[in-house]
């Protein structure tokens, strides 16, 4: 199967062939009128790449540095929610294949391996995102997990405090699951390969939260109670509080400003993530690439920027690194690669970005993504 996707777009509709429709929309959906949601992939035509001839790059060189280390590509895979679900053991499959790629995994809160069966399968850099909850001290006693497995990089996520309105998964009842009703057994029946694939692998249930039988049984219920015990009063004051909780690089994700920006870096971050969740929270909000170069001039030489929302293709990949953006973090687009094909999946989408920059790169003349980095906007165009 993996030989059959060229593209993530390719992925994205062998995913919707493969896995149930009511955990393929909560991927690809997002809020109210999703008009965000088309803002992160469209407004990438704001710019048009330099092209540059006869110039020998017969080798270029994808790697480069961003949240303290140097990295193989200038993309990496960012935290998504119940992979598990997507492909079973879905978090440890995409872990392998960050590390063979030698790029870092982010672990979402709602994952369905933990942080250390992660480190247990993988040798590779990873990270881990917190929502931080009312109880602090399950908060605590996440950071104490992601710790002993050796996390070097700490995300927290600031922009879902409120969750919004997402239709699709209001349509298809995901919104109000908590059990396995006998409807929804019908609709997964409808995709047999990913129900036995399921079965093999036993019942799902939130990684984190083992220990922890108050909330509930099942991935479903789980999800659910944690979503509840999310702080709605997260403040700058808690991200002064977390700086204080975690010794290693912390990351504000879900920043669309440049005030914010500096704000997170006035209370101890290392790095911001620029993104709007993609598309999922604030509908009519700017789209992500639109305010990275807001951004990148905010915090210029205080902390480390990064991107996600919307990364579709190489050239996307390649215009932010221009505007200002240290390395790229990848959602739907790895997440699709998984659902359709498992491990081999994600493989296969690294492998077509990586080689979509490299083309992009030898195209424009440039011999790697520093020269891309040191070059910045000069190699942009108004489109």
Known sequence: ??????????????????????FFDYIDGGAFSERTLRANTADFDRWALEQRVL???????????YLGRRNALPFMLGPVGFLGLYAANGEIKAARAAAAADIPICLSTFSINTITD???VSGGELHFQLYVLRDRELAREFLADAVTAGVSTLYVTVDTTITSVREQDVRNGFRALQHLSPGLLCRLATRPGWCLEMLMAGIPTVGILKGHPEFGRGALAQAANLSRGIDPNLSWDDIAWLREQWSGR??????LSGED????????????IISNHGGRQLDGATSAISVLPEVARAVAGRAEVLIDSGFRRGTDIVKAIALGAQGVLLGRAYTYGLAAAGEAGVSKVISVLRDEVDITLALMGLASIDALKERGTSVLRPA
């Open 1 to 22: 199967m993996p030989a059959r996707i060229i593209n993530v777009e390719d992925a994205r509709m062998l995913a919707r062939r493969r896995i149930p429709k009511i």
């Open 55 to 65: 110039r020998t790059v017969p080798k270029r060189d994808l790697g480069t540095t």
């Open 118 to 120: 992660l480190r247990a």
């Open 250 to 255: 912390l990351v504000v994700k879900g920043v």
């Open 261 to 272: 920006a500096v704000r997170a870096c006035d209370r101890g971050a290392d790095g911001v």
